[in-house]
């Protein structure tokens, strides 16, 4: 409880800018969370799409969401952030409306694909925002990047236990008022951003062809954000596998609200000490530790059936994030030059968004090959297990020679001065 008082302090003695990044992370996440978890419900349940096309349904989201950033983040770097930022929010208070009033498979994806493409958009732009004021931070002394990074972290899970547990209150409420009520959330974020975010902030580069050279061209880079990647396959799993394992489980989805708040009160009580454990290890161990453990999360469900086996898989998923998470992204700023933020992280999301839409598409066929016969009831969670256990191996060998992860000897941070408040 310290360390989550302690980095509330540093947040409220933070630049202003920062701090409207930072309170703009929990509303993101209220918003989204109080539509997308229950998307798969939705899907399923009221419009009754196969089991793939609710695969595909999410993946094309998060495709057009994360598999877009790279150029979200582009654009954002080569205009500045700000009218990026706003053009985002726009699109996404369309695309919710869209996505509640939408009654066939076509519709769906149209408002999936409106709502990806928004974030998109806003994304990266205030991603790139956080880490170059935090660069700014850390050579000031004030606090790691990292720091700051697990601080966005706690910021957005915040929103992640309000959400869900307005979702679940919501459960009961035709899904297209949910839809209509998250977009006025953004209706009210577009104001507060056109208001208050600076016409300054963010750099601008004078063409995207130098935005995206310094990314494409950038090798090391690449290889690391394609082996990092598989995280977020990893994580948009909690959309697709975690309903879905509930209705098989306990024949209801009721509990799914309350399994992301209980891991958003997770991210908060245990982000600061994880950050912590991070900085000891090192950015090479802690990032490769961080994928192994998410590895072995998908490995509780078919181990440990029913509640108790999600519970630890939920668990183990978020104590990997926690880990791996604010390293990789300082080590993808410092792989970037603190140039062209937006593009670097949009990269990211760009490469994770794609294996999504693949890895989505391949479980939710998984799942028909259970429910025919033709496979065993854990053979989709084997499968992910797997797939981030190579992702881990294959990282830590590419990383030994120090080039994927800038750095000391194990890919630690610079040293970074003493801050002013004596850490």
Known sequence: MRGVLGDVRRAVGLPPAVRLILASMVLFNIGFYLVVPFLAVHLS???HLAAWAVGLVLGVRTFSQQGL????????????????????????VVGFVVLGFAGELWSVLAGAVLVGVAAALFAPAVESLNAAYG???????????????G??????????????ALGALLIAVPFRWTAVAAACLFTGLWVAFARLLPAEAGSRSPALRLVWRSVLGHRAFMVFVGLCAVQLLAYNQLYLMLPEQLQRSVGSQAALGWFFAGAAVLVIAGQAPVVRLAHRLGHRRAIVAGLATIALSFMAP?????????????ALLHAGQMLMVPPMR??????AGERHLGAHFGMLSTVGGLLTLLGSSGVGWLYDQV?????????????????????AGLLWLCSAAGRLIPGGPDGSAPAARRSRRGS
């Open 45 to 47: 349940e009221q419009l």
């Open 69 to 92: 950033f790279f150029v979200g983040g582009s654009i954002a770097d080569r205009f500045g952030a700000r009218p990026v930022v706003l053009v985002g929010v726009g699109l996404r």
């Open 135 to 149: 660069h700014r931070l850390e050579v000031a002394g004030v606090l790691r990047r990292t720091e700051l990074f």
């Open 151 to 164: 601080i966005e972290q706690m910021c957005s899970r915040l929103g992640s236990v309000v959400g869900p």
């Open 302 to 314: 078919p181990l440990m059936p029913g509640l108790a086996g999600l519970v630890v898989w939920v």
């Open 330 to 335: 300082d080590v993808i700023g410092r792989l």
């Open 371 to 391: 429910d025919a016969g033709r496979a065993a009831s854990g053979v989709p969670w084997w499968a992910l297990a797997a797939t981030v256990a190579a992702a």
